[in-house]
Structures are given as C-alpha cells and as structure tokens.
C-alpha cells in the first residue's frame, strides 16, 4: 500500500509525463500565477483558495484539526478535489483500462471518488453505522463537499460538537481509503462492522492525544461519545 507521499510523488510524475523539453532553448523555472514569474508562498495560498467556490473554500478550511495528523489532512485535501488514485481517475490519466475500474468493494459499480466515500451500497453501510452511533440522522448528499459540510453540522451550532463531528468525518475518510487500498494492494479485507469499529478506536485516541482533560475510558465512549464530549 502506498502512502500518502508516494502518491503526492507518484502525481507530481503524472503531471510532468507530457512535458517535453526543446533542445534549442533555455530551460528556466517559471511560476505563471505570478507577472514576473517568481514563486511566493502568497501567491500559492491565492491559487488554492481563490481557484474554487465559496463551499470548496468553506470545506477547504474544515480539513484542518488540531486531532488529526497532516497526512489525514492532506488525504482529505486531495479527495475534496478529486486527486485520490482511484480507478477511474486512474484509467482518465490512462494507467488503468475500461475494464479494470470496478470498485473494490464488489458492489460491480465504477471507483469513482464520489462512489467510493458516499454512494457505495457496500461502504455506505459505514455511515449508517456512525450516524446511529452518535444518535442522528440524515440523507447522504452525493457531492463528497456538500457531505462534509452537512455532516459537520448535524449536531448543531455548538463548537466542541461541530469540531466533534468535523474529525468523525475525517476518520471516516482514513478508514475508509486505508481499507480501499488493503482489498486493493493487499489483498486483505475486513467487514463493514469492523471498519466502524475503527473509526471508534481512531476517534478516540485522535481525541485524547492532545487533550490531557479527557479521562473518560474508551469503554465510555463506545458507548455514549456525544456524553463524552461535555463531560470531558
């Protein structure tokens, strides 16, 4: 299984694949965001956050959390703007055939970005299962973006809830793309039940990681997070 600078590396090689170079000419580093050609770190932060709609900007800002690691937050970056290696960006960059793009999870669809982490009538049974656990309800949307804005907000306008949900979310999305490339790479796979079992365990231990405050067990927040939430 890759991780997640194998593939920044691996896409960085796919987007340079058609450059080509003249035997004539200068070769020169060139930053075109800029009218002299010169990179700044202001001018990539324009790129990233001025390129999309206000919900790509909304959703962009949510990716960051204090309990998760940046490797979450950049998987989470790279899904929100369809970058993941799933088959069938893969077979649009010309790596994988027409043939080859079904999901893993056997439902017989394609892998594409929205499938996998929303629409899967196999992984979707993952949602199902966290939203009964935390004790809400709701349609899932089919824009990946418009899922991650809703979910965050289904507890309502509290802070510690909103925060609460935006990392549910982002363990949502590591579990799931971990278990992705396990059918995937290595052949292995577990069911539906234990990756929700995952998402519990990661959940707690990303929460407890860096707040000293929360000595509720774990056996406390399998059982009732939410109640977890305000009286740790």
Sequence with gaps: ????????????RLLLGNVVLQVNSID???WSRDPVGSYTVRSAYDLLTSSGSN??????????????????????????RNRLSTKANLETRGMLGPDAQMCVAGCGEGETTQ???????????????????????????????????QFTNLLGGASTKRSF?????LVYVWV??????????????????????????????????????????????LACPILCLVIG
């Design 165 to 169: 949900m935006q990392l549910l979310w």
């Design 1 to 12: 299984m890759w991780g997640w600078e194998e593939m920044l590396v691996e896409e960085c």
């Design 176 to 221: 799931l793309w971990t278990e992705r490339n396990n059918r995937q790479f290595n052949n292995t796979d577990i069911s539906i039940h234990q990756c929700f079992e995952n998402v519990q365990i990661h959940s707690y231990w990303w929460m407890k990681a860096v707040n000293a405050v929360f000595v509720l067990g774990v056996h406390n927040w």
């Design 55 to 80: 919900m790509l900007t909304e959703v962009s800002n949510l990716i960051w959390h204090t309990h998760v690691s940046l490797k979450v937050s950049v998987l989470a970056w790279r899904l929100l």
């Design 115 to 149: 499938h996998l982490f929303v629409s899967c009538p196999i992984f979707s049974w993952l949602w199902h299962l966290v939203r009964a656990w935390i004790g809400v309800s709701g349609v899932d949307p089919a824009d990946v973006s418009n899922h991650f804005v």
């Design 28 to 30: 020169q580093w060139r």
